[in-house]
């Protein structure tokens, strides 16, 4: 999706870890707005997305400044006690803009400078394997966790047609794995899947975690429900897959190759 860019200078970035990240004690987003235009994303009900009266996807705000601001906010931060980032909580850190900007590699090279405790990083971008020779360098200091919710193109294609191709995302957190990187599946929100997908994961990781739009989207599921996401389910006749318990059978079919301690549901999942 084609979307405007609008380069801001803003004063903080780090924002205190509150509500569904209450694990971490803060959040980093290096962007506003998001290009993925992922249909379900809670995001688009929060005032971030309402206030600014343009569609979601079609406008970033690029937070240039953002390594600087960082450095200075990360040092103060760890004077205090422990630092642990969410990285990010309402963008996608590695969307297409990130090509260009090399934002989201910037405030990786700073916080090697001033390690974070712990680092998390959420995206559903094979962009992120750019930048595995800085990732590396956390050790165990960092989770990369790779959003795949669901590994039939065909579904992604109706839900989240402007995000990134599945198999591309596989290939990508392969390659995570592969150069030593923790890294987790993260099936959320849960949407239709076939029999064979924890098959295709239990291949890749050994950490997943399993979350819908009523334990995740931080209101119940209201955040989506008004987005008429269920509208989609109902066209393609899967209305059973829009259900508070249809994660359930997702977890089922996972338990059959995943130990139960390598399966994490909803904000477990995501805790440092």
């Not at 334990?215 to 119940?220: F, L, T, Y």
Request: aromatic residues 12%; glycine residues 4%; charged residues 30%.
């Amino acid at each position: 999706m084609n979307s405007e860019l609008f380069y801001k200078n803003p004063k903080t970035i780090l924002n205190k870890g509150t509500g569904f990240l209450a694990g971490y004690t803060h959040s980093l987003n290096p962007y506003t707005g998001c290009s993925f235009a992922c249909s379900y994303c809670y995001v688009r009900q929060m005032p971030v997305s309402l206030f600014r009266k343009k569609e979601w996807g079609k406008w970033i705000d690029i937070k240039q400044n953002a390594a600087i601001v960082l450095e200075k906010e990360l040092k103060r931060a760890k004077s205090k006690g422990d630092v642990t980032i969410f990285m990010s909580s309402s963008t996608d850190p590695y969307q297409p803009v990130e090509y260009k900007e090399r934002l989201t590699r910037s405030l990786l090279e700073t916080m090697l400078q001033q390690q974070p405790d712990f680092l998390f990083v959420q995206t559903r971008s094979s962009l992120v394997k750019r930048d595995i020779d800085l990732l590396k360098l956390f050790k165990d200091k960092v989770r990369v966790s790779m959003t795949i919710e669901t590994d039939l193109d065909e579904i992604r294609k109706i839900f989240t047609p402007f995000a990134p191709p599945i198999n591309a995302r596989l290939k990508t957190l392969e390659e995570l794995a592969n150069a030593g990187i923790p890294t987790q599946a993260t099936i959320a929100p849960v949407l239709p899947s076939s029999e064979d997908f924890p098959i295709k994961l239990s291949k890749i990781v050994n950490r997943v975690c399993i979350d819908d739009f009523f334990m995740g989207d931080g209101s119940g599921g209201k955040r989506t429900a008004r987005l008429g996401i269920e509208t989609k389910y109902k066209e393609i006749k899967l209305e059973e897959w829009y259900d508070s318990e249809a994660y359930l059978l997702v977890y089922e079919r996972f338990k059959k190759y995943f130990s139960e301690n390598q399966i994490f549901i909803s904000q477990k999942g995501f805790e440092p």
